[in-house]
Antibody
């Protein structure tokens, strides 16, 4: 089956870091850009950024709200992408999703930032 | 920063037609995508590249575009269509994507 699975979420204190993973199976992960999105409780979807495929340089783009704090990377040999989140704030508490090709989404991983 | 504007809510009776709009200055140059989001579930792509209903999505879902507005139309709305709907597109550079604020579709 074609799928993405996020992991790495949990409870973290403000100011700390967390790394989320997005593991792919059932398709050629390296052929696609990989995007991270989040949804805070009671709020809408927020685009965070993406990493292009190696064919398009493997470069990244970020939303202004997380640029400088969040870093997206990929390891095509493992079919996995990462979201490194630093200096976390309470407003970063959300369900975090990854997707590829617009139509392949993970179920999300929950991040709670609280002291 | 670039923004896409959607109405917060739309209400229709079963069997009626629901229309959800999404407005943004770069929409004439950038494709729009529509996602359905139900609580506790991952978003589902329903329309891509402005007007193409995605494979496996009921034909009652369709997309259209006119100038700086794209529209998601659901004909013959069913109870199962009750959800939040989000448009997504890119700014004029094509590098930065954004979601609209979302529209809650209520089936009366």
């Amino acid at each position: 089956d074609v799928q993405l699975v996020e992991s790495g979420g949990g409870l973290v204190q403000p100011g700390r870091s967390l790394r989320l993973s997005c593991s792919a199976s059932g398709f050629t992960f390296g052929d696609f850009a990989l995007t991270w999105v989040r949804q805070a409780p009671g709020k809408g979807l927020e685009w965070l950024g993406f990493v292009r495929s190696k064919d398009y340089g493997g470069t990244t783009e970020y939303a202004a709200s997380v640029k400088g704090r969040f870093t997206i990377s990929r390891d095509d040999s493992k079919s996995v992408a990462y979201l490194q989140m630093n200096s976390l704030e309470t407003d970063d508490s959300a369900m975090y999703f990854c997707y590829a090709a617009f139509n392949v989404w993970g179920r999300g991983t929950l991040v709670t930032v609280s002291s | 920063s670039y923004e896409l504007t959607q109405p917060p809510s739309v209400s229709v009776s079963p069997g009626q037609t629901a229309t959800i709009t999404c407005s943004g200055d770069a929409l004439p140059q950038q494709y729009a995508y529509w996602f359905q989001k139900k609580p506790g579930q991952a978003p589902v792509l329903v329309v891509h590249k402005d007007t193409e209903t995605f494979s496996g999505i009921p034909e009652r879902f369709s997309g259209s575009t006119s100038g700086t507005t794209v529209t998601l139309t659901i004909r013959g709305v069913q109870a199962e269509d009750e959800a939040d709907y989000y448009c997504q597109s890119a700014d004029s550079s094509g590098s930065y994507r954004v979601f609209g604020g979302g529209t809650k579709l209520t089936v009366l």
